[in-house]
């Protein structure tokens, strides 16, 4: 079983892999999980064993040598190493060595509490813009901004001389000084979620911004925060050294590896090892977190799954690749933190100048669909998959300028699909230069010459207009254009007309099929309309609570549809005889959200067929008639 995700779009068409290793896009290779990929990690493993060493000194270390590392002997005060005293002698003759396996648990002890306080007080900050009213909200950020912006160190030490000398007073400023690093990252992360779609469902449907943070935000942004926390651990071990080194941390009796070092330092020319000794357990575990927590991160960002949530169930590989196929989808799952799955073990081909409809209404997985083939779906999305093939080849394994030409993506809206502060023209060349290494002047030729192609009138002179000022048809066209800038083998058009009126709608479509005709591509065209679906696609896939239901031939979708649902949306079309006075035949209920689907059937609370079968045991897809298969159990 194979995943990924390509990270944000960074354009309509002729798409670009993304932010691969970025908070958005993970991907997931070959069903290994996060400690799978650490395990490959040889630096990661090194800051594991590390790390888990000093957790076991930390638990032993005062168990084992407290007596001896308390133990005072005037004969043998400020001495150098020796065979009984390895690391030398303190001022009051106790063996350095044991005092530094002692001290390691109050090391870890105190930079533990300054990095919890430093994420939580952190946490807190960089999502008070998100619930704050406009004000504070600004408000709330220039603080960070100027924490941020502040020396660290400083801020510690401020807070640590304020709050007090000794072991409190430096966790403190310890805190103080890890806590804006938090707050910028949850601002940051926070505002990526914020932009997602179901967050502004969320903010239409008024529900308040302190349980959109705590139930859509958070969730979502969680994973990066928690990694974060074992390099801020190292970060804070090497910064309550370094106040305990200077003076302001930990105050005798007590002792920690800072301590230690500050007490050691003026001996280091005659006797070096009695500083080397805590240098070296500071250096090594401050090592040990930094390459466990940069580890850790990496790995999670090619983990689709969050650490700790289940990851989807394994599926049977695809085996060989489907000759009639170019597009060849097995098993597609997609999964956001929660329990969400919107899109679940869905299969669909797509043969070479084929168009195949995907259908279904609202929420069914439809765009989750087509982004996940585009390698698009947002973080913190995961996408795993049996097979996911373009022209018989593993789409993970294209390269940018492979994908970049063959597959072209047309969106809902081209305005938010084209850069407004670029030129149409140049926007299009940007394919050509990027993907196949093309000059400017031979780029923008070819631009003028596609614009033309999806017969936009006056080519060239539209080419050198930026997108808002072309009129909604016509920068869908030239979105259409962009894609033709490479050859594509494949197009995924999703909802292209839905923003467009009736006639420029029919223009669209006809353009759509003229190009398959013309280049022989394959096409996959979504929408939520069956109409405009069974009346341009050869193909129609029926999606519900993101599931096939059904898949058959267009010119059988009147006569031949066998799926409840299907039949219910044809149902629901109206006709031009229809009785205007009387309400549209509806599908009465809705549609399951993706974290409530039950195990039966998805539809059976509101279809009237429904039998007690349907809402425990979920009816598979099988063959029924020719090309064309349900999965009902009512369906015989
Ligand atoms: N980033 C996300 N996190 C959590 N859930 C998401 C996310 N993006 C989409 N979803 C959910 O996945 C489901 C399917 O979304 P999708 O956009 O694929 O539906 P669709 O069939 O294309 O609907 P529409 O026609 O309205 O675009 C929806 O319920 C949506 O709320």
Redesign the pocket.
């Known amino acids: 079983m194979t995943s990924r995700s390509r990270g944000k779009a960074s354009g309509p068409i002729g798409r670009s892999r993304g932010n691969g290793e970025g908070a958005a896009g993970r991907s997931r290779g070959n069903g290994e999980g996060l400690a799978g990929r650490l395990r490959r990690n040889v630096p990661g493993v090194a800051g594991a064993v590390i790390v888990a060493l000093m957790a076991v000194l930390a638990v032993v270390g005062p168990l084992v040598w407290g007596e001896t590392a308390g133990r005072i002997d005037a004969a043998h005060i400020l001495q150098g190493a020796s065979p009984g005293h390895p690391l030398g002698t303190d001022n009051l003759g106790r063996d350095l060595l044991a005092r530094v396996l002692v001290a390691g648990r109050f090391s870890l002890l105190l930079a533990l509490a300054a990095t919890l306080i430093g994420a939580v007080a952190g946490v807190v900050l960089g999502a008070l813009p998100s619930v704050l009213p406009r004000r504070g909200a600004r408000l709330a950020t220039g603080t960070v901004n100027a924490l941020v912006a502040f020396p660290g160190l400083l801020l510690a030490m401020f807070t640590a001389v304020v709050a007090g000398l000794g072991a409190r007073g430096a966790v403190l400023g310890i805190g103080a000084a890890i806590a804006p690093g938090f707050a910028r990252l949850t601002q940051t992360l926070a505002a990526t979620v914020a932009g ?3 967050v502004s ?1 969320a903010r239409m449907l008024g529900v308040p911004r302190r349980r959109i943070l705590t139930r859509h935000v958070l969730p ?1 942004i969680a994973e990066p925060l928690i990694l974060n926390l074992t390099q801020a651990l190292g970060g804070a071990l090497l910064g309550l050294a370094g106040m305990s080194f200077l003076g302001l941390g930990v105050q005798p009796p007590d002792f920690d590896w800072g301590r230690l070092l500050f007490d050691g330092f003026p001996r280091i020319y005659v006797t070096p090892e009695v500083a080397l000794g805590p240098a070296a357990a500071i250096a090594l575990a401050g090592i040990g977190f930094n390459l466990l927590g940069d580890a850790l991160a990496r790995a999670a960002a090619r983990t689709s799954v969050p650490a700790g949530e289940e990851a989807p169930p394994a599926v049977a590989p695809a085996g060989e690749p489907d000759p009639g196929a170019l597009l060849e989808v097995r098993d597609l799952t997609v999964t ?1 933190p929660g329990g ?1 799955t ?2 679940r073990e869905l299969s669909l081909t797509v043969a070479p100048g084929e168009i195949v409809g995907l259908v ?10 087509a ?1 996940a083939i585009g390698g698009l779906v ?1 973080y ?2 995961a996408v795993t998959y049996a097979a996911l093939r373009l022209g018989g080849r593993d789409m993970a394994t294209l390269s940018d300028k492979e994908l970049g030409t063959a597959l072209a993506m047309v969106f809902q809206d081209p305005l938010a699909a084209l850069n407004p502060a670029l030129k149409v023209g140049g926007q299009l060349a940007e394919v050509a230069v990027v993907h196949e290494g093309a000059g400017r002047a031979e780029a923008r030729r070819r631009a003028v010459d596609r614009l033309g192609h999806v017969h936009l009138p006056e080519p060239a002179r539209r080419a050198a207009q930026h997108p808002h000022e072309l009129s909604g048809g016509m920068r869908q066209r030239a979105v259409i254009a962009m894609g033709l800038m490479g050859t594509p083998r494949l197009i995924v058009a ?2 292209p007309t839905t923003a467009l009126d009736v006639t420029v709608q029919g223009q669209i479509l006809r353009l759509l099929r003229e190009l398959v005709e013309e280049t022989g591509a394959a096409t996959l065209f ?1 929408s ?1 309309d069956i109409a405009v679906v069974g009346e341009l696609c050869d193909r129609v896939v029926v ?1 519900y609570a ?1 599931r096939v239901v059904e898949e058959l031939p267009a010119d059988r979708l009147a006569a031949g549809a066998a799926h409840p649902y299907t039949k219910a949306l044809i149902a629901s079309l109206p006709a031009l005889d229809t009785d205007r006075s009387k309400p549209l035949a509806g599908i009465p209920g809705t549609q399951p ?2 974290a409530r689907v039950g195990p039966g059937c998805a539809f059976a609370p509101r279809c009237a067929l429904a039998t007690d079968r349907c809402r425990e045991e979920r009816p598979v897809l099988v063959a029924h008639g020719p090309g064309q298969r349900v999965a009902c159990w009512e369906v015989k």
């Open positions: 997602a779609d179901y469902a979502n956001f969400v919107p899109v279904g209404e609202s929420g069914s997985g439809k765009s989750l669909t982004a947002p913190p999305g999703d909802e979504i939520h999606m993101g959200a993706p």
